[in-house]
């Protein structure tokens, strides 16, 4: 009986390509600067800015990741954004990343303060200078509105569907700009209504 060839070696698989690794910070002092020079940004309300880098600039979260975190940064006692940051540097470096991010929100931005309260008190009353920050409060209105637009995409996928998002959102607005509740009671009650 002749003798069978030895079957070929099969070649190895090549491994199917999987998605890209997501962005994330390099380290914790990617995390400093990175917070630092969001919060340099923030004249009028940081929110606007931190959503553009955490999510379409830098990518370290996604929006839906981002409205997550900004909820719950809301209820925590503290500055929102303040809360936001230690979650995400909790998120990625455990507390190291937490102290960092939190170093950076707040210590360059503490010495601009500073230095901004020291120029005002001396000026505060040339009318140059009221005329400016009525202008800053226009335009940081502008920004959380834009922000609030661009969260409000986010109903379309949510959990609640977009009917009873749009309805809590209404509620919110009652609550707060006609009935003037405190916020403790808009929590309280609507946001009691839309966890149950």
Not at 58 to 67: C, H, M
Not at 103 to 111: C, D, K, T, V, Y
Not at 135 to 162: C, S, Y
């Amino acid at each position: 009986m002749p003798a069978t060839p030895d079957p070929a070696p099969a070649e190895p698989a090549t491994p199917l390509p999987g998605p890209a690794p997501r962005p994330r910070p390099r380290d914790c002092t990617d995390l400093f600067w990175s917070f630092t020079w969001l919060a340099l940004q923030g004249f009028g309300g940081v929110l606007a800015v931190v959503q553009r880098e955490l999510v379409d600039r830098k990518g370290w979260l996604t929006n839906d990741e981002f409205i997550e975190d900004w909820a719950v940064a809301q209820i925590l006692p503290g500055p929102n954004v303040v809360n936001l940051s230690v979650m995400v540097g909790d998120r990625y470096f455990g507390w190291r990343g937490a102290v960092a991010a939190l170093a950076g929100m707040l210590l360059l931005p503490m010495l601009v303060v500073l230095c901004l309260a020291v120029v005002y008190a001396r000026y505060a009353a040339h009318p140059a200078v009221a005329g400016a920050l009525r202008g800053m409060g226009a335009v940081a209105a502008g920004l959380v509105a834009g922000v609030a637009l661009r969260m409000g995409v986010g109903l379309r996928t949510h959990p609640l569907g977009p009917r009873i998002g749009v309805a809590f959102v209404g509620l919110t607005f009652v609550a707060m700009a006609a009935l003037h509740w405190p916020l403790a009671a808009v929590l309280a009650v609507v946001g009691g209504a839309a966890c149950a």
